[in-house]
């Protein structure tokens, strides 16, 4: 594997996920088993610890920005972390090299994908336009849920899909906390969404450590690359033809879904 080609991938990666909160293990996962021919269960393994050290870097430049609502990462995280945690129990007893799990990572992969673009496409067809801004008297408001067990019930399921795929912490996010926080201002939903999947990439890529699934040089070469990627795309968040950007995403998601549920 050129380790320029590894490294411009994660700037790519990164980019795209300071951006739009999207494209971390949607793009990464398929691009390591497909362009660098990674085993799935290692491609999994070592994308998560690249998702938590590259969405580490946006968090702390967001942080600097004052857009991380954190009452909303706290809500997600109490559902999404212990659902990691009994993800990687299952995982440590059947084994993550085993064909049978390979094949469950691969097909959920790829139905996870197809998911997510559908996700993506009806968010950038039919979604309405978020202001960018809020008084900050409105923002308390804002940051609460419908109801308090929405935001961890739905934190589960994507702590479940993240740790058996590395896919869903994404466009899936992106659109579960479009339905239970509508009023927050998108840059504040893309910072959710990239804050609230540090502790949860990480739990599940050391969980995944602990069962030998992270090749690790190659995890170096990517962060290479996505560290500066992704500080760069939060820079320019602020700027971003949101629809072009996720109309691109959303077919390049399709494709890479179609083509692992054939693989």
Known sequence: MPDIAIILAGFAVGLIVGLTGVGGGSLMTPILIFFFGVKPYLAVGTDLLFAAFT??????????????????????????LPAAVLTLLVLRHLGPTSAAVQSLMTNTLGVALLLTAAAMLYKTVRGRQLPRHLPQSQL????????????????AVIGTLVTLTSVGAGA????????????????????????????LTLVAGLGHASLGS????????????????????????????????RSALSVLLAYAGTKLIAF
């Open 55 to 80: 969405k580490m870097g946006g968090t702390l430049s967001l942080a600097r920005q004052k857009l991380v609502p954190w009452r909303v990462v706290a809500q997600l995280s109490a559902g999404s």
């Open 140 to 155: 308390d408001r804002a940051t609460h849920a419908r109801h308090w067990s929405l935001p961890v019930l739905f934190g």
């Open 172 to 199: 899936i996010g992106v659109s579960v906390l479009l339905l239970l926080f509508p009023l927050l201002p998108l840059p504040r939903i893309v910072a959710a969404d990239i804050a609230y999947a540090v502790p």
């Open 214 to 245: 992270v090749d690790w040089p190659l995890l170096v070469k990517l962060l290479a690359g996505s560290l500066p990627g992704i500080w760069l795309g939060t820079r320019l968040m602020r700027h971003t033809p949101e629809r072009l950007v």
